[in-house]
């Protein structure tokens, strides 16, 4: 599977951004798909995960209620809106995609990352 996100771009606090991430490959539907980031000076982090079949969805604390991940498996893609943004949530982004949700970053394939800047 590759990957390739997009729609990072710069932001004032409050505002709104959605990340998309291209898949190829038929067995796009078979995997299960995340977005982590990375912030200046931090480890790469878990945002957000989704099943094969978009039934479940976990987000890390820090963005609930503000983020919402989804999926269309007709297109191979996979999408990350981003609300409410704050000057915390400025990193680079990356789509995962791995056989099965997993905590940690230990996911099998990844994209390149796409940058996200949030101005107070």
């Known amino acids: 599977v590759q990957l390739q996100a997009s729609g990072g771009g710069v932001a004032q606090a409050g505002g709104s951004l959605r990340l998309s991430c291209a898949g190829s490959?038929?067995?796009?539907?078979?995997?299960?798909m995340g977005w982590f980031r990375q912030g200046p000076g931090k480890d790469r982090e878990f945002v957000a995960q989704?099943?094969?079949?978009?039934?479940?969805?976990y987000y890390t604390d820090s963005v609930t209620g503000r983020f919402t991940i989804s999926r269309d498996n007709a297109k191979n893609a996979v999408y990350l809106e981003m609300t409410n943004l704050q000057p915390e949530d400025t990193a680079v982004y990356y789509c995962?995609?791995?056989?099965?949700?997993?905590?940690?970053?230990?996911?099998?394939?990844w994209g390149q990352g796409t940058l996200v800047t949030v101005s107070s």
């Open positions: 989704i099943t094969w079949d978009g039934g479940v969805t």
């Open positions: 490959g038929r067995t796009f539907r078979e995997y299960a």
């Open positions: 995962a995609a791995n056989a099965l949700l997993t905590h940690g970053t230990s996911w099998e394939y």
